[in-house]
Structure formats: C-alpha cells, structure tokens
C-alpha cells in the first residue's frame, strides 16, 4: 500500500481546494454575470450575501462593505441585475463564489419599473393624498435643511434664505444625496429633527443629476419617513423636469433648491410695504370717520327743530368738536405708535441684515454652513468659507493663533 502512495499525487484536501482556486481565480476574472438576485442578505458588518440564478443553476455571491458602498440603488430578491467581478472558493466549505466588484439593475428602464412600482404602491396607501399634506408656516424661525453639506445646493438655499428673511435660524444636517447609505441617511435626519422638535420646516433635497444621481429620493424608506413627519417637508430634489418619490409624498415641492427658499420664507420686502398699507390704512380710516361724524353735526344743527335752540346747539357743537380733537388725537397717537413700530421692526431687519457688515470690510467666516464666531474648533488643513460683499473664498486652515 505505500508503494501504490508513493507513485500517485495524493492531495489533502486544502491543497486540492487551493489548487481549484487558483484555477477558477486565473480562468474567471474580471466577468460579468447577470441573473436574478434570491436570498438576498444584508450583513451587519455592512457586507451583502445573495444568490445569482437564471432558469437552469445558481451561484453564491458576495460583496463586500466597500464596494457595497458605492450602489445607488437597494438590491432586492426578484431583482435582475448585471455584476462585475471575479471568481473564488471560499476555502473553509469548498464552495466557489461570484466576489462582486460592481452592480447594476439589468436592462433598459429597470430603474424606471421599481420607481413606477413603489410608486404605485405609496399611491394605493394614500400617501399622496393631498388631505394629509400638512401647510407650510408663514413665518418660520427655526429651519432645518436636510442635503449634502458640499454641494451647490445647500449655498443656493442658504444664500436665498438669508436673502429673503435674515432672521431665521438654520440647522444643516449633513447626509450622503447618492450612493448606498444616502437613503438611510436622509431618512434618519427626517426623524431626528422630528425627536428634537424644534423645528417649523424641514428641507430635504439636493441638485440635479441622472436618475442613478437621485435615486436615493425614490427610496421608499425615505418616503416612509417624509410621510412619517410631524414637521412640514418640502420636496427640492434636481431641476424641475426631475420628479421622484419625494416629491409626491412630501407637503410640497419645490423646483429647485432655490425655489425651496422662496416658498418656506417670506420677503422682508414684502414685509415692510404690508405694514407701510396698514400704516396708510388705518389713518385714510381715522379721516374718514372724522369727516362722516362732522357731516352728521352739520346736518342736524340745518334741521328746522333745532333752530329754536341755538345754545343748545351751540353748546353740542362745542362738545363735538372737543370729541373730535380728542379722537383726532387718539387716531393721531396710534398711528403715531403704528409708525414707531414700524420703524423698530425696519430697524431690526436692518441689524440682521448681514450686507451692512460685509460692506464695511468685514467677512463671514463658516465652517460647513455653520458661522464661526470664534477659533475654538477650528483646526489645521480645516476648509472654511469666507463671504465677502462680492463673492466667496473657500480657504485651508494652516493654523490658529487664540488671543
């Protein structure tokens, strides 16, 4: 017997299952396989196991955090899909597996039938129903913006906001806009300005893109939150041909980013000529009130009863225009006190208004959308923005001196 094992090539067997990797691994590398996902797994630590088949075999797949993290969409079983990658054994239970590098939804329009299908379905549970779209509030003080912190987006609707109504306060949170997490991303911001609660309106959106690009909008847990929100929510997804899932569940939608800053605040402008109408108003009011009171005295002491009574007439003319000065000098007061208001509120508009400081020399300085009014937490290689009256410098932090 070991004659016969000395003439063969015996294998344990971790070197036959070495040997077959070696072989699958140099034969099948970088390969695409479509087929239809089943089993699909997503694993704690970030990793995606699945199954690949068609009508005649199967093969197990994996990939791994990394590459996972780059999809745009959420694999699902029943899903036809197109992957990239390479061909290995995993050694512990001899079993070969698709290790897949890249993946995409399989043929023309697939993006387009799961976005129609959800579609569909949120429409069946009545979360577009405009009954229970919340309104928007007139003048909101607390803000909050739900988008990339890097993007062209979130300076446009900054920029408007400040613009249109200086003094309301806004709270960023910065989450991916694409990508694999960026739908879970956007969902937990959603429900956590809803725990703090202290918030009048929420934003949620970014700039345009491909469908891939926003794709991350059309993800039912995304909708599931909007819908979900005590807090009103506009929609500011892409450019205003582009309309995904958001949009439709949101409390309204906004064309653009931009436009999302127009519809959640008022114009100071605005603002300012109101109060100026009321101001003419009320004083056009107080006249002509006056002038109907005194048109009733002149008509009574004409009529033919009372020309018998000339003191006493006289005595009423007397008292009525004693009236008449004091309730010209009631009117003249309040609106002397509506102006005064008036100009308090201009006054406050006007100290809010961050152009006076710019117009002097100074600048504003932010660190990811947030204003710095202070060293402490600026460090070295930090990216900030500095805003000057005619534009903006996006500066790295060398270092930091404190006084």
């Not at 995409?104 to 949120?122: D, I, S, W």
Request: with cysteine; hydrophobic share 40%.
């Amino acid at each position: 017997m070991q004659e016969v094992l000395d003439q063969i090539n015996l294998y344990t067997v971790s070197q036959i299952t070495r040997e077959i990797k070696t072989i699958l691994e140099t034969s099948f590398a970088d390969i695409y396989v479509t087929g239809e996902i089943s089993n699909f797994r997503r694993h704690s630590s970030g990793h995606l196991y699945f199954t690949l088949k068609d009508k005649n075999a199967q093969i197990s797949a994996v990939m791994f955090k990394g590459n996972a993290y780059s999809l745009f969409f959420s694999p699902a079983d029943g899903m036809e899909v197109l992957c990239r990658g390479d061909l290995s054994v995993y050694e512990p239970r001899g079993n070969y597996q698709l290790l897949v590098r890249e993946m995409a939804p399989r043929g023309a329009g697939a993006l387009q039938v799961a976005f129609e299908k959800l579609k569909r379905k949120l429409y069946e549970e009545g979360l577009f129903d405009e009954d229970r779209k919340k309104p928007l509030p007139k003048y909101p003080e607390r803000i909050g913006i739900v988008t990339s912190p890097t993007g062209a987006a979130v300076r446009d609707m900054i920029s408007v906001i400040q613009r249109r109504f200086p003094v309301a306060r806004l709270i960023l949170a910065p989450v991916a806009v694409q990508g694999a997490p960026a739908a879970s991303e956007i969902a937990e911001a959603i429900r956590r300005f809803n725990e703090e609660g202290d918030i009048d309106v929420l934003i949620v959106g970014r700039g345009g893109g491909s469908l891939e690009d926003l794709w991350a909008f059309n993800e039912e847990v995304v909708a599931r939150a909007i819908a979900e929100s005590t807090i009103p929510v506009v929609s500011a997804v892409g450019h205003e041909v582009d309309y995904t899932i958001a949009d439709f569940v949101a409390d309204a939608r906004a064309a653009t980013p931009s436009m999302a800053g127009e519809i959640v605040v008022p114009d100071q402008r605005e603002l300012l000529e109101t109060l100026s109408n009321f101001s003419y108003t009320l004083t056009a009011l107080m006249d002509s009130k006056l002038k109907d009171r005194r048109q009733a005295v002149t008509a009574l002491l004409r009529h033919r009863a009372l020309l018998r009574a000339r003191e006493i007439v006289r005595t009423g003319m007397q008292r009525v225009d004693e009236l008449a000065r004091q309730l010209e000098t009631a009117s003249n007061h309040r609106v002397s006190m509506k102006d005064m208001r008036l100009r308090e509120l201009q006054a406050v508009i006007r100290q809010h208004n961050p152009e006076l400081l710019l117009r002097k020399g100074y600048t504003i300085t932010r660190k990811r959308g947030n204003v710095l009014n202070a060293v402490a937490g600026i460090t070295p290689d930090d990216i900030l923005d500095v805003e000057f009256i005619d534009g903006e410098a996006h500066v790295v932090v060398q270092s930091t001196v404190k006084k």
